[in-house]
């Protein structure tokens, strides 16, 4: 159950920002983007922050995302993988740090199954951790997965370890096991 508290919250505190803006920008009467195409955009009044707003917060949210440690865990990795259920497996990966965007992509041989490949659609490292969600491509079709790990090791320049969890999911099927990354010489 809602208490007046919540209530304020969930129902005035979205007017607060649009209020602000209105405040800040309600009295500009146009705003203008030239250069970009032979008709330049132009909006008047409110909208204009509205414009602003969305060109400038992806780039600064970007930015906010971006730690120190992206460059410190970007290299080759060889990895080892254990499945809950006693599987392993072992393979190869590398992490680039691309402007801030992690890229994290291998393979990996399990059971005697070489050629399974993975690359990453979403990768971060936030302090200490590295999470990356990763596409696998198997001779039995494509699954998710998510690695969770833990940066140590770290000898004053990059990270020689990292350690820590993966799940994955097939259809109705999920996985999950440890893994440990090792920095290649």
Request: aromatic share 12%; proline share 3%.
């Amino acid at each position: 159950m809602l208490d007046i508290r919540n209530a304020l919250i969930v129902f005035i505190g979205p007017l607060i920002p649009v209020a602000l803006l209105y405040w800040l920008f309600g009295q500009i009467n146009y705003f203008g983007l030239e250069g970009l195409a032979r008709n330049a955009v132009s909006a008047g009044g409110p909208i204009a922050a509205y414009v602003f707003l969305f060109w400038y917060a992806p780039r600064q949210l970007r930015g906010l995302c971006i730690s120190e440690n992206a460059d410190r865990v970007a290299g080759e990795w060889h990895f080892e993988a254990e499945s809950s259920h006693g599987r392993s497996a072992s393979g190869s990966c590398r992490i680039v740090n691309r402007a801030g965007e992690l890229e994290v992509s291998g393979t990996y041989e399990e059971g005697g199954y070489p050629g399974t490949s993975w690359a990453s659609e979403f990768a971060v490292v936030n302090g200490s951790r590295l999470v990356f969600l990763a596409n696998v491509e198997t001779a039995a079709g494509t699954f998710k997965s998510i690695a969770h790990l833990h940066l140590t090791d770290f000898d004053g320049k990059r990270f020689r370890k990292l350690k820590g969890n993966w799940e994955s999911f097939q259809n109705e099927k999920r996985k999950r096991g440890g893994m440990t990354f090792t920095r290649n010489p």
